[in-house]
Nanobody, 120 residues
Framework: QVQLVESGGGLVQAGDSLRLSCAASGRIFSTNTMAWFRQTPGKEREFVAG?????LYADSVKGRFTISRDTAYNTVYLQMNSLKPEDTAVYYC????????????????WGQGTQVTVSS
């Protein structure tokens, strides 16, 4: 069984930085794709960033956010810089086998989410 637990969210002002962490337990391997999604009330969960052997970012966060994994493959991070109010959302960690995907329907495992709120 795979379990994902996010942490690091909080309330910040525009321009500040946060680093989210996702701790994974179970059968997580280097061949897995790990990703971050985010969701606001009334909207679908949207792709933010993913990592396998390369990284992939949504256009809205490219150049500001960085996704990374530790050498043990059991933790994934999302470094968020230059935060904007429109980044406010619940951020979710996700995992799947094989190739990266930007579709939430392609991911098998999900964390519970962590709230990020960015004020003006």
């Amino acid at each position: 069984q795979v379990q994902l637990v996010e942490s690091g969210g909080g309330l910040v002002q525009a321009g500040d930085s946060l680093r989210l962490s996702c701790a994974a337990s179970g059968r997580i391997f280097s061949t897995n794709t790990m990703a971050w999604f985010r969701q606001t009330p009334g909207k679908e969960r949207e792709f933010v960033a993913g990592i396998r052997w390369t990284t992939l970012y949504a256009d809205s966060v490219k150049g500001r956010f960085t996704i990374s994994r530790d050498t043990a493959y059991n933790t994934v991070y999302l470094q968020m810089n230059s935060l904007k109010p429109e980044d406010t959302a619940v951020y979710y960690c996700a995992a799947r086998q094989f190739a990266p995907s930007t579709s939430r329907n392609d991911y098998n495992y999900w964390g519970q989410g962590t709230q990020v709120t960015v004020s003006s």
